[in-house]
């Protein structure tokens, strides 16, 4: 299947000069550490995962104008790649900004009351599971429209690239 990864420039040098695009830990913000490592138990468990830090990819190429890809004026590459479906973890961009914020994830107002109330049936850390789940939040009071899909997976070979256009961040 298709996707699509921004990367730096410098990223992308370095995987065609060691063969793979890999990340760590040092690209992620200090305040979202603990979120990732919780994606990385999840795709552990999901698609047996090796534990590096998750290469973000998106289903549909991305808009080179968007400000928010890297930082201003960064040198940066689209890579298009082919990767097996088992090797990835799609989740919902959207529902992710929760367990990023650390919160619970509702799917509706009377949910979102109760997990308030100290009522709920199941933990914050357990709904966050819902952000892989999309046709569950896609048919909830909280979260039906339209679907921004990201994917994660780990380590890619540089022989799964199959195109690359560079860009200068906005």
Known sequence: MKFYTIQSKAAYEQAVKTGTLSTSKDYVCEDFLSPYDWMIGQMKDRIGHRGTYPIWLWTEKRDLN??????????????????????????????????????????????????????????????????????LLNGSDYWAGEQVIQVTTGEINVSQFKAVEHFIAK
């Open 66 to 135: 968007d400000e928010a890809l890297l930082p201003s004026g960064t040198s940066g590459v689209q890579i298009e790649v082919e990767l097996p479906i088992e090797q990835v973890l799609m989740s919902d961009f959207m529902a992710w900004h929760i367990v990023l914020m650390n919160e619970f994830l509702a799917l509706n107002e009377e949910e979102d009351e109760e997990f308030s109330a100290g009522k709920c049936s199941i933990t914050k850390e357990a709904s966050w599971e819902r952000v892989f789940d999309l046709q």
